[in-house]
């Protein structure tokens, strides 16, 4: 069964510092990973997603991820953080033999001060 | 690009009592889902319809929980009758294709308090 995991529940960054908000990941086959954000009392807002090729992927807003298989990682990076960053981040995996569920983390709330 | 329409946005009932979800997908979009997110938990997939035919449907607790997408296209999802326990946001999505590709996006979710 796919599963993924969020270590951390919160993290704290100040702005315009680096920021890294971790993720791992269990598949039987190659994975499908995705990154969403969540704003209070909104849906889920889809950020990028590593489907193959290129280990380091862009996204939305200025975020990125870096795909490790080896370490079954897929951390979100952004290189200087902003307070409207400040949100829920879910990372998620689908994989082919776990058809086309798609199995997300617990969450990580990410809190950007000034 | 109009998004994914979920109604109502709030509803709070009593528990024992019925309620029902709609949702609209984004046109075109023939892969649908219903995920129930609890407070501080990731989103837990409930059923997958692909246009009118469901997927997945092996999380959905079926003594209590129904959903159906007669058309092809809104879905409704309905609770007979509800727990204390399924207090939580329930969230629509949709996809465009039926490959592992393709992102889902998501509404806004309809946040469900049961008393």
């Known amino acids: 069964a796919q599963s993924v995991a969020q270590p951390e529940d919160q993290v704290n960054v100040a702005e315009g510092n680096p920021l890294t908000v971790k993720c791992t990941y269990s598949v039987s086959g190659n994975p499908y990973l995705f990154w969403y954000v969540q704003y209070p009392n909104r849906g889920l807002q889809f950020l990028l997603k590593?489907?193959?090729?290129?280990?380091l992927v862009k996204g939305s807003y200025g975020f990125e991820a870096e795909f490790n298989k080896s370490q079954t990682s897929f951390h979100l990076k952004k290189p200087s953080a902003l307070v409207s960053d400040s949100a829920l981040y879910f990372c998620a995996v689908r994989d082919v033999i776990g058809g086309n569920m798609l199995t997300f983390g617990g969450g990580t709330r990410l809190m950007v001060k000034p | 690009e109009a998004g994914v329409a979920q109604s109502p946005r709030y509803k709070i009932i009593e528990k024992r009592q019925s309620v029902a979800f709609w949702c609209n997908p984004i046109s075109g979009h023939a892969t649908l889902y219903w995920y129930q997110q609890i407070l501080g938990q990731g989103p837990k997939l409930l059923i997958q319809?692909?246009?009118?035919?469901?997927?997945?449907d092996s999380q959905l607790p079926k003594d209590r929980f129904s959903a159906e997408r007669l058309k092809g296209v809104d879905s409704t999802l309905k609770i007979q009758p509800a727990k204390l326990e399924d207090s939580a946001v329930y969230l629509c999505?949709?996809?465009?294709?039926?490959?592992?590709?393709?992102?889902?996006?998501f509404g806004q979710g309809t946040r469900l308090t049961v008393v």
């Open positions: 590593y489907i193959t090729g290129d280990n």
């Open positions: 319809f692909q246009n009118n035919g469901v997927v997945d």
């Open positions: 999505a949709s996809k465009a294709l039926l490959d592992m590709n393709t992102e889902a996006f």
